[in-house]
T-cell receptor, first 113, second 114 residues
Framework: SQTIHQWPATLVQPVGSPLSLECTVE??????LYWYRQAAGRGLQLLFY??????ISSEVPQNLSASRPQDRQFILSSKKLLLSDSGFYLC????????????FGPGTRLTVT | GQQLNQSPQSMFIQEGEDVSMNCTSS?????WLWYKQDPGEGPVLLIA?????ELTSNGRLTAQFGITRKDSFLNISASIPSDVGIYFC??????????????FGKGITLSVRP
């Protein structure tokens, strides 16, 4: 069966510091991968999605970036964090271009101080 | 961007009661999904609907894909304390082609009084 991992689970970083969040999927090949951000008490905002290695689409202009160095690895990064980057970051996967069932990881709680 | 409307933002029910939530849009959707999120965790897929008029159950949960393709409903019967959480609807817009991006509602927070 497929599993999705995210780490770290929680992170506290000062403003201006770099960021690297990692997501890995097991038990499947060539998944579509997604990064979402969830602000406190609000819905899910799609940040990036990827349909293959090195293929990244950005949904929202911001100081974040994403990379997919391996088939089942998705990384969210920032060179300099802003206070507004605080939130709950969720990674998700799906299979196939026409599959709309997305499965989420456990999330990373990021607090920028 | 496209909106999925979920209201009210919060619902409070007594244990054992049934509850119904709906999700509406001004746009036509090809797919409707319902997720539940427990505090501090990622959303979990409850039910997926792919055909207008489709009615699907998962235990005490029943969801329907509206005939107009612009809405969906989720019903929870005989609620229990572990039903507490945030319920999100999500959909795939018609005419987006081979694209597996979803549009999410803002969620309804369900509280169950014992």
């Amino acid at each position: 069966s497929q599993t999705i991992h995210q780490w770290p689970a929680t992170l506290v970083q000062p403003v201006g510091s770099p960021l690297s969040l990692e997501c890995t999927v097991e038990g499947t090949s060539n998944p579509n991968l997604y990064w979402y951000r969830q602000a406190a008490g609000r819905g899910l905002q799609l940040l990036f999605y990827s349909v293959g290695i090195g293929q990244i689409s950005s949904e929202v202009p911001q100081n974040l970036s994403a990379s997919r160095p391996q088939d089942r690895q998705f990384i969210l990064s920032s060179k300099k964090l802003l206070l507004s980057d605080s939130g709950f970051y969720l990674c998700a996967w799906s299979i196939g271009l026409s599959s709309y069932e997305q499965y989420f990881g456990p999330g990373t709680r990021l607090t920028v101080t | 961007g496209q909106q999925l409307n979920q209201s009210p933002q919060s619902m409070f029910i007594q244990e054992g009661e049934d509850v119904s939530m709906n999700c509406t849009s001004s746009s036509i959707f090809n797919t409707w999904l319902w997720y539940k999120q427990d505090p501090g965790e990622g959303p979990v897929l409850l039910i997926a609907l792919y055909k207008a008029g489709e009615l699907t159950s998962n235990g005490r949960l029943t969801a329907q894909f509206g005939i107009t393709r612009k809405d969906s409903f989720l019903n929870i019967s005989a609620s229990i304390p572990s039903d507490v959480g945030i319920y999100f609807c999500a959909g795939q817009l018609r005419y987006t082609g081979a694209n597996s991006k979803l549009t999410f509602g803002k969620g309804i927070t369900l509280s169950v009084r014992p």
